[in-house]
């Protein structure tokens, strides 16, 4: 069964860091392009940043560019996301999600975590 698992979020004012982190189980990490996703209240859930297996393809949000940096570490089936700066539209539900190397669409999802940023 796999399992995806959020911590880290929580209340910071405008311009403070958190660091997400999203613990897999249950699957083959490495096999998995490991992605961060973002809901606000009465938006659609959107893209943040995506790492590829080994961490030689990143992408990110043109929002958070500069901002947020994403992470793995296949040892520990960890992915991180590492947020500076925030700001109050940074304010969301934050959702860890894996995709198959063969597939095109994320498979899995974490239950997501929190993060509200004051101004």
């Known amino acids: 069964q796999v399992q995806l698992v959020e911590s880290g979020g929580g209340l910071v004012q405008a311009g403070g860091s958190l660091r997400l982190s999203c613990a897999a189980s249950g699957l083959t990490f490495s096999g998995y392009t490991m992605g961060w996703f973002r809901q606000a209240p009465g938006k659609e859930r959107d893209v943040v940043a995506t790492i590829n297996w080994n961490g030689g393809s990143i992408r990110y949000a043109d929002s958070v560019k500069g901002r947020f940096t994403i992470s793995r570490d296949n040892a520990k089936n960890t992915v991180y996301l590492q947020m500076n700066n925030l700001k109050p539209e940074d304010t969301a539900v934050y959702y860890c999600?894996?995709?198959?190397?063969?597939?095109?669409?994320?498979?899995?999802w974490g239950q997501g975590t929190q993060v509200t940023v004051s101004s």
């Open positions: 999600a894996a995709r198959s190397v063969v597939r095109l669409n994320y498979d899995h």
